[in-house]
C-alpha cells in the first residue's frame, strides 16, 4: 500500500481520479483538500494551498509505515486498485454530515478487472461519543448478512444507516445512562483523584493501566486532556482535546469534530490520570485544582 501510494501519488492527489465512482451531483470540486483535513497530519485552521495537501499527503504514507497505525480515506484509494475491484465506503449516518457527503461513496480501482463490489465500513474503538459528535477512527471489512444482497448502490446505504447505526446508537445511549449509584462512585473516584497530579509518577504505573482513562499529556511543554484508547508495552495511544483561547489560565476545550488529533505517547510525557472533563453547552472543562496542579508541575 505504501509503495502505491508512492508511486501513483499524482493519481490520489488529482481531482478526476477522485471524483471516479460519484455520481453528476457530487459537487465538491477540491477533493484533496477534504481529505487532508481529514487527515491526522493536518493542523487545524491551516490554510491549505495544492503544496501543503501534498505534504500532508506525504507524511501520511509516511506513518502508516509504523505499527498500529490507523488509516484513512487515501488509503481506501489505494486498497481499491491494490485489489483491482471497487470498494463501497460504508459512512454510518453518525457525526457530522458533511463528513459523510464525502465519506460515503464508491471508490473505483485504477485498473478495474470486473470484480464485484467490496464493502469497507468506517467506525471506532472508542465508547464515549454521542451521535452528534462521533467520529470514526479506523475501518473495517463489512460483509454480507444475507445469502443475496442487491449490487445495488444503495444496499450499503440500509446496511450502515438501519443495521449499524441504529445499533451502534442505542449501544453509544445505554452506555451514557448513568444510575444514582454510579453516578455518586463517579463523584467519588473524582474527590480521590484530586491533587493526585503532582504526585504522579509514570514508573509506578503500566501503559495498560492508563488505556480508557483521561489522562492529561505534555505536548510543547503545555498540558492537554485526553483519553487513552490504546497502548503497547512502553507507550500510549492518546486522543485530544484542542484549548479554547490563548492563555494557559483557562481550562477550556473541545473536541474537534472532522480531525482528532491522535498520537502515541510516552509513559514521561503522561502528566497525570484526571476524571473526564466536564460538559457545559459545548465546551469541557479540567477541574481547577488539577489544572492547576499541572501547571505547577510543568513550572508554568
Known amino acids: 500500500m505504501i509503495i502505491e501510494q508512492t508511486i501513483f501519488k499524482d493519481c490520489y492527489l ?14 465538491n470540486n477540491a477533493l484533496s483538500k477534504t481529505y487532508a483535513m481529514y487527515s491526522d497530519e493536518y493542523i487545524p485552521n491551516e490554510r491549505l494551498s495544492l503544496r501543503k495537501v501534498e505534504i500532508v499527503y ?49 471508490i473505483l480501482p485504477s485498473q478495474n478487472i470486473g470484480l464485484e463490489t467490496s464493502y469497507v465500513m468506517w467506525t471506532t ?4 461519543m454521542n451521535q452528534k459528535n462521533w467520529v470514526p477512527n479506523h475501518f473495517v471489512a463489512a460483509l454480507k448478512i444475507e445469502n443475496e444482497i442487491s449490487e445495488n448502490i444503495r444496499e450499503p446505504e440500509q446496511m450502515a444507516d438501519n443495521s449499524v447505526g441504529k445499533v451502534h446508537l442505542n449501544e453509544i445511549h445505554d452506555k451514557n445512562i448513568k444510575t444514582g449509584a454510579e453516578s455518586q462512585n463517579i463523584l467519588d473516584i473524582e474527590m480521590e483523584e484530586k491533587d493526585a497530579i503532582e504526585d504522579f509518577d509514570p ?6 493501566y492508563l488505556v480508557d482513562r483521561y489522562v492529561l499529556v505534555k505536548y510543547d511543554n503545555k ?8 497502548c503497547d508495552e512502553a507507550e500510549v495511544y492518546v486522543t485530544c482535546m484542542h484549548r479554547l483561547g490563548k492563555t494557559l489560565k483557562t481550562s477550556t476545550f473541545y473536541w474537534p469534530l472532522a480531525v482528532r488529533d491522535k498520537c502515541w505517547y510516552g509513559m514521561d510525557k503522561i502528566i497525570g490520570v484526571t476524571p473526564e472533563p466536564r ?10 485544582q488539577l489544572w492547576e496542579s499541572a501547571l505547577r508541575k510543568l513550572n508554568i
Not at 514508573?203 to 495498560?208: C, E, F, H, I, L
Not at 460538559?279 to 481547577?288: A, H, P, R, S, T
Open 279 to 288: 460538559l457545559v453547552g459545548q465546551k469541557y472543562f479540567v477541574d481547577n
Open 125 to 128: 474503538t472508542r465508547t464515549d
Open 223 to 230: 498540558p492537554y486532556p485526553g483519553k487513552v484508547i490504546d
Open 203 to 208: 514508573n509506578d504505573v503500566t501503559p495498560q
Open 14 to 27: 488529482d481531482q478526476d481520479y477522485l471524483k471516479r465512482g460519484t455520481d453528476n451531483s457530487y459537487t
Open 58 to 106: 506525504q507524511k501520511e504514507v509516511m506513518k502508516i509505515t509504523k505499527n498500529r497505525s490507523y488509516m484513512g480515506i487515501w488509503q481506501l484509494f489505494s486498497l481499491s486498485s491494490i485489489l483491482c475491484r471497487p470498494l463501497f465506503s460504508v459512512y454510518p449516518m453518525l457525526g457530522n454530515p458533511n463528513v459523510r457527503n464525502e465519506l460515503h461513496r464508491v
